[in-house]
């Protein structure tokens, strides 16, 4: 799910590249673990981390506490939630089903779920490639506050969405869906007669010696495991609770850095699935190619080379798995955590920097400068790459920063005197200039490849600041609250005088008030409109991006 102020997904801009001695595994150890110490601290959650070239492990440590409210630390051998990097999983086990001759992948989805609507037009293959137009049951209003947290059998989980209306029809468009892959794990079932995660024990599991993979079944004690956690007004707090019985085989499975290297061995040397099957799982098609999506592993590019990874986020933890074809790189994180910290990076970027680094061709790091206060000036403006988008690019407290309409601001660094690079270390923006010396647009590069897109610049004025009002206490105490929708919950809280909102596991924002009952953050181009009764405020209506969510205020 992403919550309304996640920063932005940017990567980076690829520098020419020079062939390079991959590192040895002493200096991947070093670098790896300089990125482990800068991106967890010692007493909080953290992370385990292995970096691996073929069966040779370069690097594997992990940092941060297992348990904070005890104080134990995490080892590498800690057991972690994976989240959604349980897809893969699922999808290769039901390919051992159509290997057995039990499924195919053109079935519909009527031959094992007879009472499904529209199931007879709901093909096997579009369930595993997110084209099925199935409502995804995480995204139903109201799930994720509460009946996230029963415990459903596979048939009482699938009963809570099959009636929700379609998102498209079967095969028209894509659209990533936790639905889908519950009703993989029950194809699953029907085909093989056990409960989905008895059948991967039995056909995966055992077989390739995932000796810490399994089902993360909240009612057993599972050696290993750690705690999961939040942030919470910029601490660490305990994680929301969600029965595992739910995320089921979109999301259920635990796991650890070793086992995720030797799955990633096994199933990308052929020793899961034949290989016509394989590369059902790694070549997207349809309308899954333009979003890169195979079965449960997504298809994108790192340093002009083929990049095979999936991310996993729950409750309580996050996790990234990737794998490099030409160079035969792993890397797995697992960070107890389903939040990143203000100024740390995602496992998926840690997870690009350790491969790049891996295969001697890393992300430059940045060397900063300082530009003349007028040069920034003349950068500022708005950037439109289309009708519906658009960056206004100006000077912030001395820096210059990049912000998409209706999304959050994002500090960048000067490289040169026309190059920044932002703030996760990987993405880089340019500006570009006409024969005499004039700003015509920025290129922008994503995942550090490619090359890049562009941006003409406009005469469109950039957005104007918000001009605040003070309040008195009684005006700030009726709005704040705890507000909760479909698993989201928004803290509006006071800090001396100042009011600031929290989504659960994200930064705080302080609000600026243009009225009683609207404060604008302009920092992520949003808007917070509360209820105007008499009384602490009933609802907290967000504006951001075009989208509009309705919240209501918790008991």
Same mark, same amino acid.
Do not use: C
């Given at each position: 799910?992403?919550?309304?102020?996640?920063?932005?997904?940017?990567?980076?801009?690829?520098?020419?590249?020079? *062939?390079?001695?991959?590192?040895?595994? *002493?200096?991947?150890?070093?670098?790896?673990?300089?990125?482990?110490?800068?991106?967890?601290?010692?007493?909080?959650?953290?992370?385990?981390?292995?970096?691996?070239?073929?069966?040779?492990?370069?690097?594997?440590?992990?940092?941060?506490?297992?348990?904070?409210?005890?104080?134990?630390?995490?080892?590498?051998?800690?057991?972690?939630?994976?989240?959604?990097?349980?897809?893969?999983?699922?999808?290769?086990?039901?390919?051992?089903?159509?290997?057995?001759?039990?499924?195919?992948?053109?079935?519909?989805?009527?031959?094992?779920?007879?009472?499904?609507?529209?199931?007879?037009?709901?093909?096997?293959?579009?369930?595993?490639?997110?084209?099925?137009?199935?409502?995804?049951?995480?995204?139903?209003?109201?799930?994720?506050?509460?009946?996230?947290?029963?415990?459903?059998?596979?048939?009482?989980?699938?009963?809570?969405?099959?009636?929700?209306?379609?998102?498209?029809?079967?095969?028209?468009?894509?659209?990533?869906?936790?639905?889908?892959?519950?009703?993989?794990?029950?194809?699953?079932?029907?085909?093989?007669?056990?409960?989905?995660?008895?059948?991967?024990?039995?056909?995966?599991?055992?077989?390739?010696?995932?000796?810490?993979?399994?089902?993360?079944?909240?009612?057993?004690?599972?050696?290993?495991?750690?705690?999961?956690?939040?942030?919470?007004?910029?601490?660490? *707090?305990?994680?929301?609770?969600?029965?595992?019985?739910?995320?089921?085989?979109?999301?259920?499975?635990?796991?650890?850095?070793?086992?995720?290297?030797?799955?990633?061995?096994?199933?990308?040397?052929?020793?899961?699935?034949?290989?016509?099957?394989?590369?059902?799982?790694?070549?997207?098609?349809?309308?899954?190619?333009?979003?890169?999506?195979?079965?449960?592993?997504?298809?994108?590019?790192?340093?002009?080379?083929?990049?095979?990874?999936?991310?996993?986020?729950?409750?309580?933890?996050?996790?990234?798995?990737?794998?490099?074809?030409?160079?035969?790189?792993?890397?797995?994180?697992?960070?107890?955590?389903?939040?990143?910290?203000?100024?740390?990076?995602?496992?998926?970027?840690?997870?690009?920097?350790?491969?790049?680094?891996?295969?001697?061709?890393?992300?430059?790091?940045?060397?900063?400068?300082?530009?003349?206060?007028?040069?920034?000036?003349?950068?500022?403006?708005?950037?439109?790459?289309?009708?519906?988008?658009?960056?206004?690019?100006?000077?912030?407290?001395?820096?210059?920063?990049?912000?998409?309409?209706?999304?959050?601001?994002?500090?960048?660094?000067?490289?040169?005197?026309?190059?920044?690079?932002?703030?996760?270390?990987?993405?880089?923006?340019?500006?570009?200039?006409?024969?005499?010396?004039?700003?015509?647009?920025?290129?922008?590069?994503?995942?550090?490849?490619?090359?890049?897109?562009?941006?003409?610049?406009?005469?469109?004025?950039?957005?104007?600041?918000?001009?605040?009002?003070?309040?008195?206490?009684? *005006?700030?105490?009726?709005?704040?609250?705890?507000?909760?929708?479909?698993?989201?919950?928004?803290?509006?809280?006071?800090?001396?005088?100042?009011?600031?909102?929290?989504?659960?596991?994200?930064?705080?924002?302080?609000?600026?008030?243009?009225?009683?009952?609207?404060?604008?953050?302009?920092?992520?181009?949003?808007?917070?409109?509360?209820?105007?009764?008499?009384?602490?405020?009933?609802?907290?209506?967000?504006?951001?991006?075009?989208?509009?969510?309705?919240?209501?205020?918790?008991?």
């Amino acid at each position: 799910m992403r919550l309304w102020i996640l920063s932005l997904a940017l990567t980076a801009a690829s520098l020419p590249a020079l *062939a390079a001695t991959p590192p040895n595994a *002493a200096e991947v150890a070093r670098f790896a673990e300089r990125q482990l110490q800068d991106n967890y601290p010692a007493d909080g959650p953290g992370a385990a981390l292995l970096v691996a070239r073929g069966d040779q492990v370069l690097f594997r440590g992990a940092r941060g506490e297992a348990s904070v409210e005890l104080g134990v630390p995490l080892t590498p051998d800690s057991v972690f939630r994976i989240g959604s990097v349980t897809k893969q999983f699922a999808a290769a086990g039901l390919l051992k089903l159509v290997e057995a001759g039990k499924v195919s992948l053109d079935d519909p989805l009527s031959k094992y779920l007879p009472d499904y609507p529209n199931g007879a037009h709901i093909s096997v293959h579009q369930l595993l490639n997110h084209t099925s137009g199935v409502k995804s049951y995480t995204g139903i209003p109201g799930v994720m506050a509460g009946p996230i947290r029963m415990d459903l059998s596979t048939a009482q989980l699938i009963d809570t969405f099959k009636n929700q209306p379609v998102d498209f029809a079967p095969g028209a468009q894509w659209a990533y869906n936790n639905s889908g892959y519950v009703l993989v794990g029950a194809v699953i079932e029907a085909a093989s007669g056990q409960p989905w995660h008895a059948y991967l024990q039995q056909a995966l599991f055992e077989p390739l010696g995932l000796k810490h993979t399994r089902w993360g079944d909240d009612h057993a004690l599972i050696p290993g495991q750690v705690q999961g956690y939040t942030l919470s007004q910029g601490r660490p *707090a305990p994680a929301n609770y969600a029965s595992m019985s739910q995320p089921h085989a979109a999301g259920a499975l635990v796991s650890t850095v070793d086992d995720l290297l030797r799955w990633n061995r096994a199933l990308h040397e052929g020793k899961v699935v034949r290989a016509d099957l394989y590369a059902k799982m790694i070549q997207p098609e349809g309308a899954a190619l333009k979003e890169h999506y195979g079965y449960g592993i997504e298809h994108t590019r790192l340093r002009d080379g083929d990049l095979l990874a999936h991310g996993g986020g729950i409750f309580g933890a996050m996790s990234f798995l990737l794998y490099l074809p030409g160079s035969d790189v792993t890397v797995a994180i697992v960070q107890n955590s389903d939040s990143v910290a203000p100024g740390k990076r995602a496992p998926e970027v840690l997870a690009r920097k350790l491969a790049a680094y891996a295969i001697g061709r890393p992300y430059p790091e940045a060397q900063a400068i300082a530009p003349p206060p007028a040069q920034l000036k003349s950068l500022e403006g708005v950037y439109r790459s289309d009708p519906k988008t658009a960056r206004a690019i100006q000077v912030v407290d001395g820096r210059l920063v990049s912000q998409r309409f209706g999304g959050q601001r994002v500090a960048m660094t000067a490289i040169g005197p026309d190059e920044f690079v932002f703030e996760d270390g990987l993405s880089r923006l340019r500006f570009e200039r006409d024969a005499q010396g004039a700003v015509t647009g920025t290129r922008f590069y994503a995942d550090g490849e490619g090359e890049g897109s562009f941006s003409p610049r406009t005469d469109e004025p950039l957005p104007a600041a918000t001009v605040a009002i003070a309040l008195p206490a009684a *005006a700030r105490e009726r709005v704040a609250g705890r507000y909760t929708r479909e698993g989201m919950v928004l803290n509006v809280f006071q800090q001396g005088e100042q009011l600031l909102a929290q989504m659960a596991g994200q930064p705080s924002f302080v609000l600026a008030a243009t009225s009683p009952t609207r404060f604008a953050i302009d920092s992520v181009g949003a808007v917070l409109e509360f209820a105007p009764e008499s009384g602490p405020a009933k609802t907290l209506t967000l504006r951001q991006g075009g989208a509009v969510l309705e919240f209501q205020r918790a008991p």
